[in-house]
């Protein structure tokens, strides 16, 4: 994680953006994240490899379904199982609705202006603040993937 200052509580600021965590999925859409892992899951032995998850993945771009693949397998043993899928679905799903919301302008961007103004964060300092964390490398913007990896690594503290 590099350098610690404090160890921030980044769950909570999550929380404060509206997120559910883990609940944030609803009985339907858990049973869509069952569906799609099986399907995945192409020799049907409750483990989905790289390359399984390659071959059946939406994505062309391999390094991005590498990366997709690495973050869901959160233990790193080189599978997924359904559990891990699930919850990396639940985060990410979670993650984009908040994303979509703050984005008022729709280009796949969040300027810090965006976030301070469009967050249901009403302490608009606060809200700078946390858009300061999560832009890791200070360049006042954050894209989609970059706001979705620190949003997993958060979501994923304890
Ligand atoms: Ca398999
Ligand atoms: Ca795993
Ligand atoms: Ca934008």
Redesign the pocket.
Known sequence: MGNKKQSTNHKRLLKLLGSKGKDAATPDQISEFKRIFKRL?????????LQ?YINRSKFKDKAKVRAIFNATDRNGDG?MIEEEYIENRTITNEAKEIFNKIDKNGDGILTEQEFVENSIIADKDLARQIFRDMDVDGGGELSLPRYLRIWGNWARED
């Not at 049907?44 to 490899?49: A, C, L, Q, S």
Request: net charge negative; glycine share 18%; no cysteine.
């Open positions: 899951d192409a020799d049907g032995d409750g483990k989905v490899t399984e599978v």
